[in-house]
């Protein structure tokens, strides 16, 4: 864990370290604005990582994530691919942080239907992993949305070294 200033005194940020996040009862990994409402605001239920090396969310488009009638913003769907996929390197127990992301947007993406994301590693290049996902409609498993991207690893020191570096930027 690691802990920031805040108006009422230190705040434990639960997960911060990335490798012992907050979980919901689904096993939802929860980062920083979701701590405290105990949900994914992605709409995101249920995660875990399989056998076969894939991780595997189940999840739902909120209706408030709405872009055109009665399909998700593209936006949200960027969003919960980049949250899945690099949830994956945090399943290994690993803090990794995205670098960049790709995202084909295959079919609109119905609001409130069962949805399913699944990731995989395609390979590490020193501290880079190289991960791939996609977004299918259950129970049909078309695909809606594809993703590739570059998460890199740090150390438990990359959001103090932040913090340093924002505070130097304040006084310019
Ligand atoms: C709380 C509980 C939460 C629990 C839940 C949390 C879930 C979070 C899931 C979502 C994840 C996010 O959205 S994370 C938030 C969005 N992303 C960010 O904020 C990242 C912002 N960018 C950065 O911090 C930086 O640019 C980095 C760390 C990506 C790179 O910094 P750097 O200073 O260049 O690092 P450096 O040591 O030089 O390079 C390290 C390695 O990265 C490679 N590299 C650097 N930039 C890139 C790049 N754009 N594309 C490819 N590769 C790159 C280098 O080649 C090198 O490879 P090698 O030679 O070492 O192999």
Known sequence: ???????????????????????????????????????????????RLDEDGVARFALTCPRDQEGGPDVAHGGWTAAVLDDCLGHLPLL????????????????????????????????????RWYITGEMVLLPTRAVLARASGIWVTRDQGHFARHADWLAEQDER
Do not use: N, Y
Request: one cysteine or more.
């Open 92 to 127: 290994h127990r690993v803090l990794s942080v995205t670098a960049e992301l790709t995202v084909s947007f295959v079919k609109p993406v119905p609001v409130g239907r069962p949805l399913e994301v699944s990731a995989r590693v395609e390979r590490r290049e020193g501290s």
């Open 1 to 47: 864990m690691s802990t920031t200033s805040g108006a009422t005194g230190p705040v434990v940020r639960a997960g911060g370290d990335f490798q012992e996040p907050p979980r919901t009862p689904g096993g939802v990994a929860l980062c920083g604005a979701c701590r405290e409402r105990g949900t994914c605001r992605l709409g995101v239920e249920r995660e």
